[in-house]
């Protein structure tokens, strides 16, 4: 097999790559280490959007996003209209596409994971044209994930603060009218505390929080979230805890192909792959299947072509 061309783009603000000391000497030994050559963009002073641009026209064949998921979308959103895979090494918070896949969480145990590594392309979405590979998600939980943002790397003052902040925010919620439309024709008035709209489902399982072990479905899942009381926050997190928040009575989950969603306001305020953003209303969502190539290890690669070979074959014994 023909080595790898790897091109890292390091997102050298990352709280977690600042905590860790992770550097471009660092990694370039790691991949070193492991027999892998690779190009390290660790330039603190140039703009991402020009740093992303020139890892698409290097000759590498894979881009490596060295952050958390916020890294991790940007680099996709250029890589989707490229020949290039996308690979990741979680240096995040949450890591959730990571997780997903099955990359090791460990850095040094991720890079020596990138040598066996596969192609596998799963589904992209997007908002207003605006990518995600997670979930985009509007009403309370952008305003506290905001005054998460802003208490970062504060000391124990601030984080009590938030905590304050985040009890007193979810009793005072109001919620949010909005007309639901999806591709197929249905439409629907929700009053709602929060709405995501998640690309492919998220799985029940003890412990298992927002993980996704299908990232093919082609399918758009929306979450609506009717209340979220202070009760609520304890039931929601206790269920997914015990594996069963599913069956939550604030709780209806649907799936469509695409959704518009509709509101009095001008703006809405949405929290997209953990960023928060403002945009205008409607929001207009869609799933494009397959439209990112990215690498897993190699279990998560055979887990995908048993599950297709095992599609086709049912669909070859339903009758004509």
């Known amino acids: ?40 963009d660790a330039d603190p002073d140039t703009q991402l959007p020009d740093r992303i641009q020139k890892a698409i026209d290097s000759d590498a064949d894979t881009i490596i996003a060295a952050g958390g998921d916020g890294t991790v979308t940007a680099l996709a959103t250029a890589i989707i209209h490229s020949d290039k895979n996308l690979a990741i090494l979680p240096l995040g918070t949450a890591n959730l596409l990571a997780r997903d896949l099955g990359v090791p969480l460990d850095l040094d145990e991720a890079v020596e994971a990138l040598r066996d590594m596969e192609p596998l392309a799963i589904d992209v979405s997007e908002v207003n044209g605006t990518i995600f590979l997670h979930k985009a998600v509007i009403g309370v939980i952008p305003e506290l994930a905001a005054g998460r943002e802003y208490i970062r790397g504060q000391g124990v003052g601030a984080k009590i603060g938030f905590v304050r902040y985040f009890f007193r ?31 492919n489902p998220y799985d029940e399982g003890l412990g298992r929080f927002f993980h996704r072990d299908k990232l093919d479905t082609g399918l758009l899942t929306i979450y609506v979230l009717r209340h979220l009381r202070i009760g609520d926050v304890f039931k929601l997190a206790m269920g997914m805890l015990a594996g069963h928040w599913r069956d939550y009575d604030a709780l209806d989950i649907s799936t469509a192909h695409s959704v518009t969603i509709r509101s009095k306001k001008p703006r809405l305020q949405l929290m997209i792959d953990g960023e928060v953003q403002s945009l205008e209303a409607p929001l207009q969502f869609r799933i494009y299947p397959r439209a990112l190539s990215v690498l897993a290890p190699l279990q998560a690669v055979k887990q995908e072509i048993a599950d297709e070979q095992s599609e086709a074959a049912g669909a070859e014994e339903q009758p004509a």
């Open 1 to 40: 097999m023909t080595q790898r061309r790897f091109y890292l783009v390091l997102n050298v603000n990352s709280g977690t790559v600042q905590a860790l000391g992770v550097t471009s000497d660092t990694l370039r030994a790691m991949f070193a280490a492991h027999g892998l050559e690779v190009t390290i």
């Open 169 to 199: 925010r979810i009793s005072r919620a109001r919620r949010l009218a909005l007309e639901i439309a999806t591709g197929d024709g249905s439409t629907r008035i929700e009053r709602v505390q929060a709405i995501a709209v998640a690309s």
